[in-house]
């Protein structure tokens, strides 16, 4: 049986390496292809390949000599899913979740020889509400702009879409640390009982579809019950916290 053929053109410049070039070498060769690599090794050079070829980016893959297209039509060309750009998608919180899960029995482990214990459940939110407050630092200004967008109280004071985050992370390291539960509870209920109130009426009252600022302002995760379910959490851990404060 003859082999099945392709080639692709793709950057390979001194201080670029194209990644879809190398995702699209690397499929084709998955699926049994033998590839012609043929690397463009500057701008000219690649330029020239554009005019010639009436494309206006690179890669570009052919498949027994006819032209199938960059790396999302060669995935559309094996029958692969393509996801939009900016497509909305719950991925990013739902990895936050399941690794503060997964860190919070580890930690659980070591600290006590077992899983399951009710600092699971303490950690788990905890590690959750640190990562996330990462992720809104990574750009604070570009989180507030989003936040102020749906949170209620940002709208009227906006420093307060700037303490948010600060506020979230101290929290989760009170919570974390097992210390101070007073000032921990504080925060947690504020701030969660707010965003709460925040999420159910943009999402359930004025039905307005926006993206949540939970995992920062490049978020694509959409506003609704997974933020919902965020500012619960805090509450939750707020009481919990504030129970421990009592005498």
Not at 14 to 42: M, S, T
Not at 71 to 89: E, G, I
Not at 158 to 182: C, D, K, Q, R, T
Not at 183 to 205: D, M, N, P, R
Request: net charge positive; charged share 15%; hydrophobic share 50%.
């Amino acid at each position: 049986m003859a082999s099945k053929q392709a080639a692709v053109y793709r950057m390979v410049m001194k201080d670029h390496l194209c990644p879809f070039g190398v995702k699209a070498v690397y499929l084709l060769r998955r699926k049994g292809y033998q590839v012609e690599d043929h690397w463009l090794r500057d701008r000219a050079q690649t330029d020239a390949f554009k005019a010639q070829q009436h494309v206006d980016s690179t890669p570009q893959v052919f498949i027994d000599q006819r032209r199938v297209g960059g790396y999302d039509d060669l995935r559309r060309f094996f029958h692969k899913t393509v996801r939009p750009a900016n497509a909305l998608s719950y991925q990013p919180v739902v990895a936050v979740f399941a690794l503060a899960i997964l860190m919070a029995l580890a930690a659980a482990w070591g600290a006590f020889g077992t899983l399951w214990t009710w600092r699971s459940l303490e950690w788990s939110v905890a590690f959750s509400m640190a990562i996330l407050a990462v992720l809104k630092l990574r750009d604070l200004e570009s989180f507030s702009n989003m936040f102020i967008g749906y949170d209620l109280l940002a709208r009227r004071v906006v420093p307060y879409a700037y303490f948010y985050p600060f506020g979230e992370a101290l929290a989760a390291v009170l919570m974390i640390a097992g210390i101070l539960h007073a000032l921990a509870a504080t925060v947690a209920l504020f701030i969660g009982t707010v965003g709460a109130v925040s999420v159910f009426y943009a999402v359930y009252v004025q039905k307005r579809e926006l993206k949540c600022a939970c995992v920062g302002g490049d978020s694509n995760v959409p506003l609704g019950p997974v933020s919902l379910v965020e500012n619960l959490m805090m509450v939750g851990m707020g009481i919990g916290a504030l129970l421990k404060a009592l005498p």
